[in-house]
């Protein structure tokens, strides 16, 4: 596994308790994003590394998130149904920003848009799809932090399935290890990949999909 990891109790600290912010394992020019699948469409991925197969289809949404603990609250320490495996999926970061400047918010917020209409213009255009959802905590517990995920279709799928998708690893082997130390709520023992908060290089996009400044 090429992550670099370190103990919870280490990275806790460095993030923020509120507001909505991208929390990413990433280095000088790549970030890492996660996924959890069923065995057959995770084997394929890391075989041939790129998503697809006979058992992936790229007529649906498929969700991302960059937020280790997130993925982790979404699959159940991998223990799911067809999400029993874990993959990291590195990308370039101008390919991520690319995501990210494609994405529509899933749900009509004032402020986010000039209009309703507007974004529904822009909902019916767009194969990004944009949600903050409350971070997690290792047991489970929401967080007052919000979460950045993305949900990608049709054309957006395809490319970062495809292309963009510079790596793959299957992770589950270290989230089942970790998953025992949760279980025996000894979170001095938890590791987990190192995160960070993640900078977009855009400031105006920054805004756009509503990250919460940085108090300085």
């Known amino acids: 596994m090429t992550l ?3 103990l919870y109790s280490v990275s806790h600290p460095f993030l ?3 507001g909505q912010h991208i929390v990413a394992h990433h280095t000088e020019k790549q970030v890492v994003v996660y996924q959890a699948y069923n065995s057959a469409i995770a084997r394929f991925a890391v075989e041939n590394q790129y ?3 006979p058992s992936f289809s790229y007529g649906r949404m498929s969700w991302i998130k960059p937020n280790f603990l997130w993925m982790m609250y979404r699959c159940g320490w991998a223990s799911k ?8 999926l590195w990308l370039d970061k101008a390919a991520f920003e690319e995501i990210l400047s494609q994405a529509v918010f899933s749900n009509f917020m004032a402020g986010n848009y000039e209009s309703e209409e507007t974004w529904k213009r822009e ?3 767009k194969n990004v799809r944009l949600q903050w959802d409350p971070d997690h905590s ?3 517990d929401k967080l007052i932090r919000r979460a950045l995920q993305l949900g990608l279709k049709n054309e957006a799928l ?5 292309y963009q998708v510079t790596r793959i690893e299957d992770v589950t082997g270290f989230v089942q290890q970790q998953k025992i130390h949760v279980a025996n709520r000894q979170l001095e023992h938890l590791h987990i990949p190192q995160e960070r908060v993640y900078l977009v290089s855009n400031a105006t996009l920054a805004q756009k999909i509503g990250i919460t400044p940085l108090a300085t």
């Open 4 to 6: 670099r990891t370190e």
């Open 16 to 18: 923020p308790v509120d």
């Open 51 to 53: 998503l697809g197969g």
């Open 81 to 88: 149904e067809n999400q029993e495996r874990v993959l990291a």
């Open 123 to 125: 909902l019916a255009t």
């Open 138 to 140: 290792p047991y489970g």
């Open 158 to 162: 395809e490319q970062f399935g495809k």
